[in-house]
């Protein structure tokens, strides 16, 4: 029965994510702290709903993501993040507005001094509005991904190496291009610190 508690809360929980997109910052971190002190009593499962944005001249991004995690014990865990993006380039006649959302599963085994996760994302069709051609349909793309993490010298900073592979098939994109299917592979190195 908790468990379905949960689940109702996580869908609520997504929908009000979705209905706050255009909420002020304040509202959002109100949600999240209602969200974690709903589920604290249970330390195996977790909610987190952060806000990313820059904005300069020409550039306005903004970026949503809903963390649930689930531990199922001391050394592995699950996260379930749904994302949700949305940008626009302002160019006079070449301005271009994107919105687009990802389903990601990360399963992630903790070994004490570091954490492998092994991560599989889904962004399905979206598409890029431009004033010129209207709207132009773009493929899905899947996502296959291994992380290395590991803590630094104090346990706020954190090095993450991330190896992933991006796949796109053009059969379902608005314009019809010479091939069938695209691959992108990338090595990310990131440093972070927790304030």
Not at 147 to 172: G, I
């Amino acid at each position: 029965m908790r468990r379905l508690s949960q689940l109702l809360v996580m869908l609520t929980a997504l929908q009000s994510a979705w209905v706050s997109m255009s909420a002020s910052a304040s509202a959002i971190e109100d949600a999240e702290q209602w969200l974690s002190e709903y589920v604290s009593l249970d330390d195996t499962f977790s909610i987190a709903l952060s806000k990313n944005k820059i904005r300069f001249k020409g550039c306005k991004q903004k970026q949503y993501q809903l963390v649930v995690n689930q531990q199922f014990t001391k050394r592995f865990n699950v996260e379930a993040i749904v994302h949700y993006n949305k940008g626009l380039l302002d160019y006079g006649v070449l301005a271009q507005r994107v919105k687009s959302h990802e389903f990601e599963v990360v399963s992630w085994w903790d070994k004490g001094s570091y954490r492998v996760g092994l991560s599989h994302k889904i962004r399905p069709e979206h598409e890029i509005s431009i004033p010129v051609a209207e709207v132009i349909q773009l493929p899905t793309s899947t996502t296959a991904s291994v992380y290395f993490e590991v803590p630094l010298m104090e346990e706020r900073h954190t090095l993450t190496v991330a190896a992933s592979r991006e796949s796109w098939k053009s059969d379902s994109a608005t314009i019809q291009l010479p091939w069938s299917e695209a691959h992108d592979n990338q090595v990310k190195l990131q440093y972070a610190i927790a304030f």
